[in-house]
């Protein structure tokens, strides 16, 4: 089925009832990347550090096959998501236009300065293959009902290893995403605060990303993602 037809038909498609049969792992992550990657829009915002409380802005677009983040202050940059390879690949443009592949060991590099990584920044890790349910019937903070599913890397080659996502049931949007290294220490939490309907699915408005130090579990800063209101191109 084309990717664009199955987006929609995942988005559009009723939540079941907890007396229903549940859907399984890899049906919830692909309601996730719905929710995440709505067609030919363009989004504006800003990576904000809680510490400093320095801003970047930030441009996002979205196509079939490609989401692309662009930050226009000097320097400019620019990198690319490709979604057709797998797993999907990062690509960071040239000031002469050419395209550049990010290593997988390198997409733990801060962006702007940030202590927020390329690898938070395209979250490719909603593309890995190997999901599995966690707990079908989990909880966050307040009771909403959840699917807890775990996604875990090909290889050890990038930040993370194992990430853990509390979907909503209600909304099919994700509430938390926990992010282990190879040694299953935590190093990364992102919780999503805020978010847009737009045509009838889900979009990101607001994430929180708090980083961790491995070796003694304290947490190292904070940084914000915002974006506004989706734009078709």
Same mark, same amino acid.
């Given at each position: ?73 000097? *320097? ?26 990010? *290593? ?109 130090? *491995? ?19």
């Amino acid at each position: 089925m084309h990717r664009r037809l199955l987006l929609a038909v995942l988005a559009a498609a009723p939540f079941v009832s907890a007396q229903e049969s549940e859907p399984s792992a890899a049906e919830v992550l692909a309601r996730v990347r719905a929710s995440y990657a709505l067609q030919d829009h363009r989004m504006t915002g800003r990576l904000r550090d809680s510490a400093s409380g320095r801003e970047e802005p930030l441009e996002l677009s979205l196509s079939q096959s490609l989401m692309r983040f662009h930050f226009p202050v000097q *320097p400019p940059e620019t990198i690319q998501l490709d979604l057709t390879t797998h797993p999907a690949t990062l690509w960071q443009l040239t000031t002469q236009g050419e395209r550049q592949r990010v *290593p997988l060991a390198g997409t733990d590099r801060p962006v702007r300065g940030m202590d927020f990584n390329y690898e938070d920044l395209s979250q490719r890790f909603l593309y890995w293959e190997k999901v599995e349910m966690m707990d079908a019937n989990a909880r966050v903070t307040g009771g909403v009902r959840c699917w807890l599913v775990r996604v875990t890397a090909p290889d050890t080659k990038g930040p993370y290893y194992t990430v853990d996502l509390w979907v909503h049931k209600d909304s099919g949007g994700v509430a938390r995403m926990d992010a282990y290294d190879s040694r299953s220490t935590l190093v990364k939490r992102f919780e999503v605060t805020k978010m847009w309907k737009v045509d009838n699915v889900s979009s990101l408005r607001e994430m929180r990303v708090q980083s961790f130090n *491995p070796a003694d579990g304290k947490r190292r800063g904070i940084t914000y993602m915002t974006l506004d209101k989706p734009e078709r191109q």
